[in-house]
T-cell receptor
Framework: NAGVTQTPKFQVLKTGQSMTLQCAQDMNHEYMSWYRQDPGMGLRLIHYSVGAGITDQGEVPNGYNVSRSTTEDFPLRLLSAAPSQTSVYFC??????????????FGPGTRLTVT | AQSVTQLDSQVPVFEEAPVELRCNYSSSVSVYLFWYVQYPNQGLQLLLKYLSGSTLVKGINGFEAEFNKSQTSFPLRKPSVHIRDTAEYFCAGWGCFGSSNTGKLIFGQGTTLQVKP
């Protein structure tokens, strides 16, 4: 199993540009989520999904869109990049039941800089 | 409002001393609680978790945590720390926080543990 994969690892955008951060998992996890990590702020939940076709907003959803057309993929779209979106982005996934339920598997992260 | 709160942003401690990292959660429904560790320039690794059962949970690397429902707390403890424990530690809670009726995982702000020789 590859686990949770994220692409790209690094990205530099100009203000106003759009892009999609890719996330995929091969563990058949129902739950997938996106976090951003900023110094002193911990990990803040952007969007999450409890299954294909079901998404919901987290703590900081503004400026981001998601969709979940398959169990495996959960892309995060930045609609019009702003310097405030400079951050490290983590994708995570987990089961929703069982003894391993809710235990998150994290991707390696995407470091995004918006100039 | 923050649903998982870590009260200390930094905790300095000498090697071989005991340490406790504080974590409180706010929720009117049952939660599942986790501690994750992030070493410099690395991703997050699960230390331990509380889903149900015994309130004292043991994890990897000699860490343990105790779920206290009345105090809505889940402090992380280690009786004797090592230099290699220097890292950032995150408390996280799974629950239906706020107005949402869908479970989600919320993290605290993180605590940097600095172990000094």
């Amino acid at each position: 199993n590859a686990g949770v994969t994220q692409t790209p690892k690094f990205q530099v955008l100009k203000t106003g540009q759009s892009m999609t951060l890719q996330c995929a998992q091969d563990m058949n996890h129902e739950y997938m989520s996106w976090y951003r990590q900023d110094p002193g702020m911990g990990l803040r939940l952007i969007h999450y999904s409890v299954g294909a076709g079901i998404t919901d907003q987290g703590e900081v959803p503004n400026g981001y869109n998601v969709s979940r057309s398959t169990t495996e993929d959960f892309p995060l779209r930045l609609l019009s990049a702003a310097p405030s979106q400079t951050s490290v982005y983590f994708c995570a996934s987990s089961y929703l039941t069982g003894t391993a339920g809710y235990e998150q598997y994290f991707g390696p992260g995407t470091r995004l800089t918006v100039t | 409002a923050q649903s998982v709160t870590q009260l200390d942003s930094q905790v300095p401690v000498f090697e071989e001393a005991p340490v406790e990292l504080r974590c409180n959660y706010s929720s009117s429904v049952s939660v599942y609680l986790f501690w994750y560790v992030q070493y410099p320039n690395q991703g997050l690794q699960l230390l331990l978790k509380y889903l149900s059962g015994s309130t004292l949970v043991k994890g990897i690397n000699g860490f343990e945590a105790e779920f206290n429902k009345s105090q809505t707390s889940f402090p992380l403890r280690k009786p004797s720390v090592h230099i290699r424990d220097t890292a950032e530690y995150f408390c996280a809670g799974w629950g239906c926080f706020g107005s949402s009726n869908t479970g989600k995982l919320i993290f605290g702000q993180g605590t940097t543990l600095q172990v000094k020789p």
